[in-house]
Structure formats: structure tokens, C-alpha cells
């Protein structure tokens, strides 16, 4: 039935069938075979995400809780990692170098603890971002998923770290003489936002640090550099005041996202943080800012879609 | 190729002049210090810092429902490759793969999650898989069973990491067998398991081939491929050497290979 060929391949003498003389392409369509691993059209591919949303959020709560397993204290390290943090950055810039001016003293403590809580929320987004695809090869090669699965999955993970912050963050809150009302609530609506807004960063940075893996170890530099612009132990409009610049500079500041979002959760629970301390329109930039992220992050994600995995 | 029964033979897996090439980072001189590194950053020309390995060459052919198809070929040949790109995992450099459906590619290295309890990689796997979680908690008890890891004690409640290497494949291969599968694919899976493991497996094989699947087995051990196999592929430096019938090929491998 076969016979050796002078260059070592093997001629198969084909059974007779009808599908002779077809090319590949016109077998494929006749048979409706598609192209393996071809990128699915964006609705599709929103479809796919979502019957994927179980492995999402359970993949989000397996990485949370492997974070710590190997920990003795275990799970306890979910509180006190983020109060640790905030005690650092009193010592540091509460007592060591007095950030605090232009804020009272018993606003100054929930101020800080509230920024290091939300700016983290977005750091850690961006820097699982940049790993989820480049740290995760495995997965990506063994299982066939929407890769944007797991971006997503990190920020979500992040979301879920930032409510045990939260609880820490109750208590100072209490401490410092903020008690809970119904301007609370407002914490709700922005760190939706917030969470869509980092979702964005995280397929953006997952798609950049698929391709150059180097960003791992530039974006901390980056994301420190942002943390210090961003008013998060100091109050933008109160560090402006003697230094003579036109009043804008201050508004554009804060327009930041990380401004935007650590003000507006910082205005929603702290007693003595109102309303002037925002600046102008600051809602519509929450909004803004998720809106542009999250389709920006989805778009830019998927059209590399097919490209994951190698390297 | 196998014998044509039917007369009707539906593919299932069309590979047209597929072309898989690896880019690698940082290997281009092998020297790894700052400056060679910065010099290669500094001189222009062809991508910089980064070599490429063509490991599939211009492999064509056609794969039918039914069919159990062995890969053979010494290590490096590319068969793993093949099967990724096959499951679209790894992008084509020229070419093209048709599949029907989502092929399913099983591992040696089928990452799961060391940190977490076999039973909540289970729980994972499937999901990724694209179960729901009524299914997975219906085959739950199935796949602990076949993969026999509470046989030696209750071991489906501790990390994978406390795993021997034999358990985690093992339990690799029930997770993804758990699923009803068009195109299967196993890469080395079976080689890890005991004796007694590697039967049941080859018996979960032939029921998914009974199911009018199709199975890709890439293995070192030619009785497994005469087993479950009734044709073969032999890929040598990326191209396809050989294409026949289980019997013919294994004839001519092992005399190439000079048993």
C-alpha cells in the first residue's frame, strides 16, 4: 500500500473517496472544520468571557487564598499585610516627614490609610497584569480559555484583597471619630468604577508584558512614581497653595485617576474630608476614566487574542 | 491510513503546510552579562536579543473521526509542538490548522496549581475546561477515583505540591479525560502512571474513540502505541518522515532507530 521515496517520505496510495482533489481550505469548509485558535469576533468573544465566569471568580479565590497558604499565621496575613503598610506610611510621612499640612490631625490618619488602601488597589492590579499572561504560559498552553480570563481573574483578586483592607480600614475610621452613615454608600459606586477602570490597566499591561516581559521589572518604578504624584500622603490642593501656581494645575492633578478615585472614597467615609477638598466634575472623571479603560484595555486585549502563548 | 469502512470518512483535523517557529528571548549569543546584553540592544539589524527555533517544517495532513493517531519521533522532533498548534495553542508561522470543534491538549506539563488541594484543581480544571459546576461536582467522585490518588489515604484534600509526580499526572490526565472530547490529544500522560493506571487509562481512550472521537498519542513507548493506535505519524527535525499504518511505521522507526 506505500512505497519508500528516494528522499525518505512515505507515499500513501489514498483510498478513492469523493473528497479528492479538494485542497485543505475546501475540505475544511466542506466539512465546516475553522481554523484552530483563529480570534473569535468581539461579541463572540464577550459570550465566551462570559459562560467563563465561574473559572473566573474561582480562579480569583484560588489565588487569593494560595497567596498566604504556606504562611503559618495563613489567612490572618490578608489583614495584616494592608495594616502593616499603613503603619509604615504613618511613621514615614505622618511623623518622620509631616505630609500632613493643610489637613487636621484626626483627618490626616483615615486620609493616608484610605490612599495607601485605594492606590494599592490600582497598583496591584497593574502589576498582576503584567504577569497574568507572561507568568501563567502553562496555563495558557495546557487549557483553551479566553485569555482575558485571566487579567480579569488578577484584578478581581485585587478587589477581593481590598475588601479585608477594608475592614482594617472600618476600625481606623472608627478610631479617628468617622462614623458610619449613608454617605458611605458613595464608597460603593466609586470603587466600581475604580474596578473597572484597573480591569482596563490589567488586559493592557497583560498584552504589552506578554510580548516584552522586561516591564515586570520597570512598571514598580513607574507605578512609585505615579504614587507620589497622586496626592496619596498629602493633599494636592493644600501642597500647591504657597508654591504660586495657577489654580488648574491643582484641578489637573487630582483629574488623575488615582486622585480621582482615592478622593472619592476618602470623601465618602472620612467626616472631615468634604466636598472642597474635590475638585470640579470629579464624577464625571470617575466615570470617564473606567469607561475609557475598560473598552480601550477589552479592544486592544482581544485583538491579540491568537497571538498568546507563544515565545 | 486506516482501512476506509464507511465510505463517508469525516475529518476532523486538517493540517495544510503547517510552519511552528519559537521565538526566545535573551539566547542569542549565550552569554548572559549586562554588557553583551546592552551591545545587542545597541546593534540594529534582524530582531535583537532574539534567536528562533523553527520547530514544525511544512506538516500537511488529515486526521478522521474514529481515528487513534500515534506521534513518534526522537525528543526535539516536535511532536508537542505539533499537538499545541493542533489545539491552538500556539500560533502558526505559515500555514494553517483546521479542527473541528475545540481540540484538547493533555500534558505532562498541563499546569495546574500547586499551592491549591487536588479537589480544588478539579474544581478549576473543569471550569477552565468550560464545565459548569453541576457537571464537575456529578464526575467529582469519578475523577477522584480514576486517577486513584485516595487510594494510599485522603490525599485529594492536601496541596499538589506534597504530590509525587506520579499522583499529579495521574490526576492531570482524570481531570481532563472527565470531559467528552471531539479531538483529544495526549502528550506523555501515560508514561508517568503505574501499570495498573496506564490500563484504566487506555480503556478511558478507546471509550472516547468509541464516542467517534479522535486521539493523538504522543509516546516513547511503542507497545502503547500498538495498543491503542491503529495509524501512525513519525516526525523527524520538524517533518513529517512518515505516514501509514501503526504496523509499517513502527517497522521502519525501529529500524531507523536501530532496535
Known sequence: MSETTHDGTVAVGAPVSPDEGLTAAELAAKYGLSVSGARPSLGEYVRQLWGRRHFILAFSQAKLTAQYSKAKLGQLWQVATPLLNAAVYFFIFGLLLGARRGIPSDVYVPFLVTGVFVFTFTQSSVLAGVRAISGNLGLVRALHFPRASLPISFALQQLQQLLFSMIVLVVIMVAFRSYPDLSWLLVLPALALQFVFNTGLALIFARMGSKTPDLAQLMPFVLRTWMYASGVMFSIPAMLEDKNVPSWVADVLQWNPAAVYMDLVRFALIEGYDSSYLPPHVWAFALGWAVLAGVVGFVYFWKAEERYGRG | ?259
Open chain 2, 1 to 259: 491510513m486506516a482501512d476506509d469502512k464507511t465510505g463517508a470518512r469525516v475529518p476532523t483535523v486538517i493540517a495544510d503546510d503547517l510552519h511552528i517557529v519559537y521565538r526566545v528571548n535573551g539566547a542569542r549569543s549565550g552569554r548572559g552579562s549586562a554588557t553583551a546584553a546592552l551591545s545587542r540592544i545597541l546593534r540594529r539589524g534582524e530582531e535583537r536579543g532574539v534567536r528562533t527555533v523553527h520547530a514544525v517544517r511544512g506538516v500537511s495532513f488529515v486526521a478522521y473521526r474514529g481515528e487513534a493517531i500515534g506521534l513518534i519521533g526522537s525528543n526535539g522532533s516536535g511532536k508537542s509542538t505539533l499537538l499545541r498548534a493542533i489545539a491552538g495553542l500556539l500560533p502558526a508561522e505559515r500555514g494553517k490548522v483546521y479542527t473541528d470543534g475545540q481540540p484538547s491538549l493533555l500534558g505532562v506539563n498541563a499546569a495546574l496549581m500547586n499551592d491549591l488541594t487536588g479537589e480544588r484543581n478539579i474544581i478549576l480544571g473543569g471550569l477552565a475546561m468550560g464545565m459548569s459546576r453541576e457537571e464537575i461536582k456529578e464526575r467529582y467522585q469519578d475523577i477522584v477515583d480514576f486517577s486513584g490518588i485516595n487510594e494510599k489515604g485522603d490525599f485529594i484534600t492536601l496541596p499538589m505540591r506534597t504530590y509525587s509526580s506520579g499522583m499529579a499526572a495521574r490526576l492531570r490526565f482524570s481531570i481532563a479525560a472527565a470531559k467528552d472530547h471531539d479531538v483529544l490529544m495526549i502528550d506523555e500522560a501515560l508514561a508517568t502512571g503505574d501499570r495498573k493506571f496506564q490500563k484504566r487509562s487506555e480503556a478511558r481512550i478507546r471509550e472516547l474513540r468509541k464516542e467517534a472521537g479522535t486521539v493523538f498519542l504522543v509516546s516513547h513507548n511503542n507497545k502503547s502505541i500498538r495498543d491503542t493506535c491503529d495509524r501512525v505519524l513519525w516526525l523527524e527535525r520538524g517533518e513529517l518522515r512518515m505516514d501509514g499504518p501503526t504496523d509499517e511505521v513502527l517497522r521502519e522507526y525501529e529500524k531507523f532507530t536501530g532496535k
